[in-house]
Every structure is written in C-alpha cells, then in structure tokens.
C-alpha cells in the first residue's frame, strides 16, 4: 500500500500538482439522489411501524379492520393508553418503575465494577493479568441465557424469585464493560497521573477514586447508556423469575397482549406507551450512544 | 534523652508499618478490584452453566426438585422428539434470514453513511432509532403487521395484486416475519460499527485506487470489505451467540406463545423455557440448554472459519 500511495504521489507531481493531503470531502464522493433516496427508505423503515403502531392505537376496536395502509391518527390514544395503564391485571405503573430501578441499579453496578476492574487490567501490574483478560474477554462468547434452569434453581433456594433483586444480581457485572473500560483507560490515563497521586501519599484506592474515575467519566457515561438500554429491554430471564409484583416493562406487555388480543387499538397503544421512556433517553442522548457504538468499533 | 530514643524508634516504626501497608496495597489491590466481577462471574455464570450440565443428567422437576441420576436418559429422550428437531431447523431458519440480509444491508447503510452527507448525526440517529425498542413491543407491533387478515403487509400485497400470505400459519413466512423483527432493531446498529470501521480504513488506499482508475464498486469490493474483515467476524460471531438463542420475538408472535399450532415458528430456547416451565421438567430442559449450547460453540466456529474465507478471498483479489 505505501507504494501504491509513494506512485500516486509522485503521479501528482509528475502532472505538475503538488502532493497534498486531501480531506475527507474532496476525497469521497458526495452521494447522489440515489445515496439520499435510499437513507429516506431506511429511515421510513424504521419508522413506520411504531407510526403504524400509534395509528392503530390511537383509533378503536374496528381501526384495524379498515385496513388502511397510511392514515392520520385517531383520537383515542390517550383514552387507549390510560385504560391500559390504569389496567390492574397489567399493572404498568408498578412495572416502569421497578424497570426504572433494575435499570438504574444494574448501570451504576456495571460501570463502578468495570472501571474498577478495568483501572487494575489497563494501569497495574500483577502476576496473571494477562490470562485473565483473556478470560474475561472469553466469557464474552459464553452464551450464559442458557443457564437459565441452575440460575432459577438457586433463586428458589434463596427465595428471591418474585423479588427485583433476582433480575439485578446476575448482572451486576458485565465482561463486556470490563473490557471496555479496560479498552478505554489504557489510553486515556497517563500513567504520570497514578505516579503524582501515588507519591503524595495516596492509598491505591485513593488514586482510583480520585484520579482513574474521573478520567474515565466519558466512556463511563456511554457504557451506562448502553447498560440501561440493555437491561430496560431485557425479557427471557425477568419474564421467567418475575411474577405480578415485580415484573419489569417487558413483561408487563407481554401480559397485556395476552389479556387483550381482540382488541389491537388497546394493545397497540400499549406498546407505544412503552417505547417512550427510551425514546426519551434517545432524544437526550442518542447523539452520545451513536458515538459510543462507532468507538466501541473501532477498538472492538 | 531517652524519651527521644523511645519517640524515634516509634518514628522509624511507624514508618517501617505503613511502609507494609503500602506494600500490601500495591500487591492486593489489584486483586482486590478484578474480584467483584470474577466472583459474581462464578456464581450467575459458570456455576450455572456447569450446573446445567449436573441438572441435565438428574429426573428433576420444578416442584419435586432434584430426583434420580439417570445418565444419558434426559438427552436420548429430547433427541427422540420431533419437537426438538422441529425447533432446531426453526432456529437456524430464522437465524438465516436474519443474520445474512442483516449484515449485507448494514454495510450498504454504512456505505452511503459513509460518503460526504449533509446531517450526518440526523441519519445516523434515524438509523439507530430502532435499537430503543423493546424486543417485546416490536414483537407485538410485527405480529399485528404480519397478521393473516387485517395484517398490513397483507393489505400491501393484496393492494399491489399478489396473493396474501400466510405469515402465521406457514412454516418459511413465520420464519420470515420474525427475522423482519431481528432485522429491524439490529441492522442500523450494525450498520453504525461497519460505519465507524470503514472510517478507519486509511484514506490513502482510496486515493490510490482512484488514481488507477478504479470504479466505485470496485473500490468498495477490492478496498472496503477486505479492510472490513476483522469487524465483520466480530459482527457475524457475534449475531451467532445471540441469534440462535432466540426468544422474545418468536415467543410473542401470537397471544399463545407456544410457536404455532405446529411449533412452526417455536425455537429451541422456547423449547427450553416450555420443557422446564410448561412441563415443569427442569431436566429435560436442561439437556436442551446444552445441546445448544454445544450447538452456538460449533456454529459460531464455523461461521468463524467460513467469514474469515470469504474475506480474505477478497483481499486476494485486491492483490
């Protein structure tokens, strides 16, 4: 390749140009109707469904049999969604809120436990690390939803089935924060910050809460967002370990598709209903997970 | 003079003492800070999967709990159903329509992304909208979409002349429809990690390429996707491990939840969930799980070696 690039520059000064850098504007090409036309398809894509959803949620029981394919919404869709939410048997508002505090408990967990372990992974020195870095970037490919039998035997024994702290437990930690952090410390610590903080005196984790957790801030915030999302929409394990009391969002829809199916205007507007918390947390801050996934790629 | 004598030797002790400790601190700490997520790791993970495999071998049941040791039984008793085969070419179904289209429009996304837009953080939102939905709400949303009779996608084909199909009680548009979910909420995912993968690809080979007079496709065929390879491995290993685990959408896919009057659209992870808490037979259950799991580590090994081919025949062709 770096002679290719040594030809190319020497072809531009052979035609009398000087060899420049180029920015990435002159370099690539602009995209033409064609490139616009078809991020307007993916985007209707996307949309469409939830706007559909919203449609037939927001009209009655025989909106769906109309068949239409693009309408205006009706006006039920608050009456939908109220009677949803004040449903007993559904129990929404019990559910957004335990969602609220699995979510919130299960991100702050996470990003504490990985910093700290990703802290002693990137910037400390200790017999073994190597092989157990591999290990936790091993556990990545172990698919663990598959224990789900052991995994509800053992919170039988310990009576907490029924109970949030079932769905929090198994995800207090995540290796894939571990290695995330891990990823992002190396190269945003410098290593004279420990060395300073050290030799004032600091204990060890002393240099951590003062110096590593602040620096790691940034990709903290982006592997919260990601852990929250995560947890928020998780289903197989909450749905088998929760009962009434304790369900999160998604379990709570699901039994509202079950109690409702003849009435897709109710269920429908449930499902809307439920989108929302997150698509508010997307308004605020879908700009910081867009950037969070792209870095995550290029280290991943 | 000896009082002097008694404070310095406290002195020099002092010192001496929290000259241990910190010595101790530099040793333990590290340990100390890795341990949370490798201990919790051994309990809800390893301990379980390894479990799993002890569950698998008992009678055991949810109410009576552990019974008999009977070896193989559990195993040779799944693998003589046919609701076991049934699921496991529903999963690998499924898995296919999701998986390939996924990772093919996704690159196409990122390809247009890629080139010199205008609002580019607006596309690139629009793009990943989808990935806030709760599989749960997308699943409900799609099976109304994919209904037999009022189902929208149905109206469409109607509309345009072609025949309705039957989304839920045919085996391949079930199969379809519940990858169309997959797709929907992964693809723009996808499509940003390629995105951000291609940016790192140095600008320079591009360069080069058009000086040689290189097309377009040519440069995306012969320059992106060999430099993509390590991203799509990622991204292909990835959708595996995830993939064929499948549940919430299919689970959803009717009111019933148990994939069809046939099983037509029932996945082995249903098959799981219906052994152990529908049959109420936690061994049986269990020897589903590691067939499968055994099932996700050989797949996963296979689409390994098989991307790993296909990219570097690329980048054989860039040479």
Redesign the interface.
């Known amino acids: 390749m770096t002679t290719l690039t040594k030809e190319a520059a020497a072809e531009s000064l052979a035609n009398g140009r000087a060899p420049k850098t180029k920015t990435r504007g002159q370099l690539v090409n602009k995209p033409g109707w064609l490139g616009y036309g078809f991020l307007g398809l993916v985007m209707v894509a996307a949309i469409y469904p939830i706007y559909w959803a919203f449609m037939i949620g927001s009209g009655d029981q025989t909106t769906i049999t109309k068949r239409q394919v693009l309408a205006l919404p009706g006006p039920n869709f608050l009456d939908n969604a109220l009677s949803v939410i004040s449903n007993p048997t559904v129990n929404f508002w019990v559910a957004i809120t335990n969602s609220l505090i699995v979510s919130t408990i299960v991100s702050v967990s996470v990003v504490f436990f990985s910093t700290l372990a990703g802290y002693a992974f990137s910037k400390l020195r200790f017999k073994g690390k190597g092989g157990l870095f591999y290990f936790v970037i091993a556990t990545l490919a172990v698919p663990t939803q598959l224990a789900v039998v052991p995994l509800f035997i053992v919170m039988v024994n310990l009576k907490l089935t029924g109970t949030l702290a079932a769905v929090i437990l198994p995800a207090l930690v995540s290796a894939f924060g571990v290695y995330w952090m891990t990823q992002y410390l190396e190269q945003a610590l410098p290593y004279e910050l420990i060395e300073a903080a050290r030799i004032d005196g600091a204990s060890m984790f002393r240099t951590f809460w003062s110096v590593a957790l602040p620096s790691a801030r940034p990709a903290a915030a982006m592997l919260a967002l990601f852990i929250f999302i995560q947890t928020w929409t998780n289903f197989f394990w909450p749905f088998i370990v929760l009962d009434k009391d304790s369900q999160t969002l998604p379990v709570a829809l699901s039994v509202l598709s079950n109690n409702y199916f003849d009435d897709y205007s109710l269920i429908l507007a449930g499902a809307v209903v439920s989108i929302l918390p997150l698509l508010l947390l997307f308004i605020v801050a879908g700009r910081q997970l867009v950037k969070g996934i792209m870095e995550g790629a290029v280290k991943g | 003079m000896t009082t002097q004598t008694v404070a310095d030797e406290r002195a020099v002790r002092l010192v001496a003492f929290r000259h241990t400790i910190?010595r101790w601190?530099?040793?333990v700490?590290?340990?100390l800070?890795?341990s949370?997520?490798?201990i919790?790791?051994a309990i809800?993970?390893l301990?379980?999967?390894l479990?799993?495999g002890?569950?698998s071998m008992h009678e055991w049941s949810l109410i009576g709990g552990e019974g008999d040791f009977v070896g193989f039984d559990n195993f040779a008793f799944v693998l003589g159903q046919e609701k076991f085969w049934v699921s496991l070419r529903n999963t690998f179904s499924i898995f296919l329509f999701s998986s390939l289209p996924q990772v093919l429009i996704a690159l196409?996304?990122a390809a247009?992304?890629?080139?010199?837009?205008r609002a580019k953080?607006f596309?690139?939102?629009?793009?990943?909208?989808?990935?806030?939905?709760?599989?749960?709400?997308?699943a409900?949303?799609?099976s109304?979409?994919f209904g037999d009779k009022?189902g929208?996608i149905n109206?469409?084909l109607t509309?345009i002349g072609l025949p309705a199909v039957g989304w839920h009680s045919e085996v391949i548009p079930s199969h379809i429809a519940i990858a169309t979910m997959v797709n929907?909420r992964w693809t723009?995912?996808q499509a940003?990690?390629?995105?951000?993968?291609m940016?790192?690809i140095?600008?320079?080979?591009?360069?080069?390429a058009?000086?040689?007079g290189a097309s377009?496709a040519r440069r995306f065929f012969s320059i992106t996707i060999p430099q993509l390879r390590p991203?799509i491995i990622?991204v292909v290993?990835t959708s595996t491990?995830g993939g064929?685990?499948i549940?919430?959408e299919p689970?959803?896919y009717d009111?019933y939840?148990t994939g069809g009057s046939d099983g037509q659209w029932r996945t082995l992870?249903m098959y799981?969930?219906n052994l152990?808490?529908g049959e109420l037979n936690?061994g049986r259950?269990?020897a589903v799980?590691?067939l499968?799991?055994i099932i996700?580590i050989i797949f996963?090994a296979i689409n390994l070696a098989i991307t790993q081919r296909i990219s570097s025949a690329g980048s054989k062709v860039k040479k």
Do not use: H
Request: charged letters at 10%; zero cysteines.
């Open positions: 910190s601190d530099v040793k700490s590290p340990y800070y890795i949370p997520f490798f919790l790791f809800t993970g301990f379980p999967l479990y799993t002890y569950v196409v996304i247009v992304l890629d080139t010199n837009i953080t596309w690139r939102m629009g793009v990943l909208l989808p990935y806030i939905v709760t599989p749960v709400a997308i409900i949303i799609f109304v979409m009022y929208i109206t469409v509309n929907f723009g995912y940003l990690i390629f995105l951000a993968a940016q790192a140095p600008r320079d080979y591009y360069e080069a058009m000086i040689d377009r991203t990622f290993v491990i064929l685990q549940f919430d689970r959803l009111q939840g992870t799981i969930y152990g808490w936690f259950a269990s799980a590691w499968l799991f996700i996963g």
